[in-house]
């Protein structure tokens, strides 16, 4: 609508525009006028539910109004119209404030003076009265089931929109619950319906209610927000309406004193107990299970395990409890079972104890106790394990002999009066427990260690340098035979060659030995020098002549320079 | 002259050292079998003083403990029962005769414990609490040994392959005989434990007498001890049953 208005003011102002410029063509002279201030209704007699509209009207120019003061309508600005008439040549200017009223009550309601700035000067305009009688058209009403609860009772809250006329897009704003505990009861329900002759579409909203503390409560009204759909020649008229429903009144009442031997249970409302046994007769070590149900209508949800007394002889193994809760129009109703797992430990015939629960009955407005049958359980020795199968010649089956062994009296076992209760034993302190796992370690280490040292001596390098020493001792203790002489030479020689290639051997030609001495990095000098010498004590070795005495310390010393150069 | 006196006095000190230990030791075995008799004649108070005089002197035997415990049950004084009953089951936790009057003890309790403790050591451990700490310890060192020899063995050996399987199986099980034993020593001087003495115990909110009674524990209940103070233990019962205790109200294990 806002758009509308501001459209609206454009092409005034261009028709304004246009006409001033026609009466300055025409030399019609402008006169200015007092601001004459009126605010009128389009009815003055309304239903409750419809809208009326009020136009504020300023004439030569605009202003500033001030709705405020209206307290018994809703007011929904409809935009703002502007006029401009020239009568005998004189002009005049009216802009129109429209606001749609909704009224919010039966009566005769007042639309008070209104406040209108222009340019600076404040306008009053006159009160206006409309009369707004009851619709029966549109009409809301909530209701309660129970307006006098007591503290924890279930009760509905009913919500009813009644409709003789076509409505649009309802909205309604539900009150809070304050002081309850509050749930939506399924989806609206929509029928038909005849109130004093007329008939009405009805829309239904239902929620149940649990009060949550006594004392005067007040349900806040619910409003309906909607446009009433007037049908028209072409296109159907939306009017904006609010229906409002009164608040509604509950006296939620305490429960009265309870002074009975069954504890109360915390349940409100009408219920009921069974309990049922899976099996009645069985034998000891199997199980059954007892099955408790209770039943009705109230805060069911709520309900805790009844008290149960099982004998002794039983054990008892509880399992989660099982709900079966619906929420209709009677609140919250259904079941909720609880079971347990007895097994016996003796054979017997025994009675479970019937099972009472106490609960405040609304409807009778006092407490009441309800309470299963007896339960009588028979409980045959185990036949477990104990079956003793014998297959003799006739086939015949043996019972069972064997049984469970159970005390028949309790007491301790007696002293212990063997002299050794007064020996000590000492445990090992961590240190020395450390220390004892450290000694074999330190063993095993010591092993390496020598193993390690043992087989340095293998090493091939180390016995062939030994060799070329024992074997160049040999050559100079030598004194009687020349070949021998020059057997240790040449061996002494070979070794210690081989022992800078770290590997074992008895024989080289010249040439293998002047390339490993190259190779391990001697110079070729002395590589050609050993391999010459090599090369001349083989000669004279094979040549078969006769060694001079010479000749011989000339090898020998030869070879000790060379063997002593090459192990440096 | 002068030698002669001196080995006389060598000699005269250690006899009477030889004395004075046969005397003491003459003395605890005339007491452990006075206790006997006494228990015997259900004179258990004076069974009681007996061995109690023998564990003061510093024996430390299941066997001396297990018997205290008995005295004690047999006085009706559940708490001292359990406390020793528990001493003895940390030096001898296999003992069938201590474990059946240990259950019998515990099942006069008045006091249920409300959550049983998972712990992960006792998970890991499991096999602790069938051998005692000397045992487990004597185990290791013995496991310990075999798997070196195996190394060494295969060391001089020089054969890689040999007897592979037989040294990771020592290995495997010299490390966790050793870990339990080293859990046993940190046991011992971390997790203390002590065993309600009188009938009836308030458990406070402080360190006075007058401070906020919190719950109440019953003779021979097993508790652990969080902090010691000068004359209170702040000790732990279950989830979210912590509070004060007087130290005298409590045997520590």
Known sequence: ?568 | MRNKKKNFFYYFAILSIFLAVSAQTAEITRSFLDGVNDYKQENFEAAISAFSKIAASGVKNSKLFYNLGNAYLKNGELGHALLWYERALKVAPDDPDLKFNYEYALSQLKDEKENKEISIFRILFFWKHLLNAGTVQHTAIFLNLIFWLIVTIRTLQKKKKILKAPSYLMLVLAVVFTLTAFYNYYEAEYFKEAVILPPQVSVRSGLTDGSAELFVLHAGTKVKIEEEHHDFFKIFFSEGKIGYIRNSDVGVI
């Open chain 1, 1 to 568: 609508m806002d758009g509308f208005g501001v459209r609206g003011e454009r092409c005034a102002g261009r028709i304004f525009l246009c006409v001033m410029l026609m009466l300055a063509i025409a030399g019609v002279p402008m006169k200015a006028y007092s601001a004459d201030i009126r605010a009128y209704v389009d009815q003055k007699s309304v239903q409750v539910g419809e809208s009326l509209q009020l136009t504020v009207s300023v004439s030569g120019g605009g202003g500033d109004v001030d709705i405020s003061p209206i307290h018994d309508f809703k007011v929904i600005s409809r935009g703002t119209s502007t006029s401009v008439q020239i009568i005998n040549g004189s002009m005049s200017r009216e802009t129109a404030y429209n606001y749609a009223l909704i009224p919010l009550r039966e009566g005769n309601l007042s639309i008070p003076p209104l406040s209108v700035n222009v340019d600076g000067t404040v306008y009053q305009t006159q009160a206006i009265t409309v009369q707004v009688s009851a619709s029966r058209n549109v009409f809301v009403e909530a209701q309660v089931s129970n307006p006098n609860p007591y503290q924890g009772e279930q009760m509905i809250y009913t919500f009813k929109l009644y409709n003789a006329v076509r409505i649009a897009n309802p909205k309604l704003d539900g009150p809070k619950f304050a002081g309850f505990t509050a749930k939506e009861i399924g989806e609206s329900k929509i029928y038909r319906t005849v109130i004093s002759g007329r008939e009405y579409d009805c829309n239904e909203l239902n929620y149940m209610l649990i009060p949550l503390s006594v004392g005067e409560k007040s349900i806040e009204p619910a409003t309906l927000n909607c446009y009433v759909v007037k049908p028209r020649s072409i296109f159907d008229s939306f009017f904006p309406a609010i229906f409002r429903t009164e608040a509604v009144k509950v006296n939620v009442k305490p429960l009265p004193p309870y002074n009975g031997d069954v504890k109360f249970s915390g349940l409100v409302g009408k219920f009921d107990i069974q309990a049922q046994l899976e099996n009645s007769r069985l034998n000891v070590g199997d199980s059954t299970t007892l099955a408790i149900t209770l039943k009705g209508a109230g805060n069911i949800m709520d309900a805790e395990s009844p008290e149960i007394k099982i004998p002794e002889e039983f054990k008892v193994y509880k399992d989660n409890p099982e709900e079966d809760i619906q929420l209709g129009m009677s609140g919250y109703s259904g079941r909720k079972t609880f079971r347990a797992a007895l097994v016996p430990i003796k054979e017997g015939n025994y009675v479970l104890e019937a099972i009472q629960l106490c609960y405040f009955d609304v409807s009778k407005g006092s407490y009441e106790v309800c309470s299963t049958p007896k339960l009588a359980l028979s409980v045959s020795p185990s036949k477990e394990k104990d079956k003793l199968e014998v297959t003799s010649a006739t086939s015949e089956q043996v019972k069972p002999l064997k049984k469970k062994v159970e005390f028949t009296g309790r007491d301790i076992l007696p002293l212990k009066e063997e002299l050794d209760a007064l020996e000590t034993r000492k445990s090992l302190s961590p240190i020395r427990f450390a220390l004892l796992l450290l000694i074999p370690a330190l063993f095993c280490l010591m092993a390496k260690l020598f193993l390690a040292l043992t087989r340095k001596s293998d090493d091939p390098a180390r016995l062939m340098a030994q060799r070329a020493e024992k074997a160049l001792k040999d050559a100079c203790s030598c004194e009687t035979s020349g070949e021998e002489f020059l057997s240790c030479l040449y061996r002494a020689l070979v070794s210690v060659i081989l022992s800078k290639a770290g590997t074992k051997g008895e024989s080289l030609t010249y040439s293998e030995a002047a390339q490993i001495l190259r190779s391990y990095g001697y110079t070729d000098e002395t590589a050609e020098q050993a391999a010459g010498l090599l090369e001349k004590i083989e000669s004279a070795k094979f040549s078969g002549r006769g060694l001079d005495k010479d000749f011989r310390e000339e090898l020998l010393v030869e070879t000790k320079q060379m063997v002593r150069s090459l192990s440096s």
